[in-house]
């Protein structure tokens, strides 16, 4: 079973970049590694997902080094509206029953 | 936003009672899953299902049952409520396994 271990918490400011590092030691072979968004009162949100190297959407960046070890997501100039705990998730593609969300970080973003 | 609706949104229970929530979709999602969300914990997978009638236990599944008869309703059931089952509880979907996952808006439920 994959686990994760994320910071519990950051703080940034305004129009800075974020990187938020997820750490997962035995990572397998058949194991994708994705993020979620999620704010107060909300479901988690879908972000990015990536199996090796980089991945890059409209919103977010993922670093996955070789070993596959950790991962980094990475906010390009945040705003308020990113003020929220983002989760680091390993899915095993052959079942879900091992899909564990970790306990998240909490981002704070001010002015 | 992805049609994926909860039932009730909010319950509260007395200890001992049965409780039922109700999961609803209108992706046509072959994959639909059952979570609690809890302070300390984040996300826990308590079951999931990959096709009508085909489910399979999560990580925290002790207390729970579930039934998919139809693709669109996942049905989580509380056989006999604890004070340990309050929680937030969250529905998602997916296409597949791997994919990305879509969450409903949650239910909380209070067991008094």
């Known amino acids: 079973l994959a686990k994760t271990t994320q910071p519990i918490s950051m703080d940034s400011y305004e129009g800075q970049e974020v990187n938020i590092t997820c750490s997962h030691n035995?990572?397998?072979?058949?194991?994708?590694i994705t993020w979620y968004q999620q704010f107060p009162s909300q479901g988690p949100r879908f972000i990015i997902q990536?199996?090796?190297t980089k991945v890059t959407n409209e919103v977010a960046s993922l670093f996955i080094p070789a070993d596959r070890k950790s991962s980094t997501l990475s906010l390009p100039r945040v705003s308020l509206s990113d003020t929220a705990v983002y989760y680091c998730l390993v899915e095993d593609t052959g079942t879900a029953s091992k899909l564990t969300f970790g306990t998240g970080t909490r981002l704070q973003v001010t002015l | 936003d992805a049609g994926i609706t909860q039932s009730p949104r909010h319950k509260v229970t007395e200890t001992g009672t049965p409780v039922t929530l109700r999961c609803h979709q209108t992706?046509?999602?072959?994959?639909m899953y059952w979570y609690r969300q809890d302070p300390g914990h984040g996300l826990r997978l308590i079951h999931y299902?990959?096709?009508?009638?085909?489910?399979d236990k999560g990580e925290v599944s002790d207390g729970y049952s579930v039934s998919r008869s139809k693709t669109e309703d996942f049905l989580l059931t509380l056989e006999s409520a604890t004070s340990s089952q309050t929680s937030v509880y969250f529905c998602?979907?997916?296409?597949?396994?791997?994919?990305?996952?879509?969450f409903g808006p949650g239910t909380r439920l209070t067991v008094t």
């Open positions: 035995n990572i397998a072979t058949n194991d994708y």
């Open positions: 990536g199996y090796k």
């Open positions: 992706e046509n999602h072959r994959y």
């Open positions: 998602a979907i997916s296409e597949d396994i791997s994919y990305e996952q879509y």
């Open positions: 299902s990959y096709g009508v009638k085909d489910t």
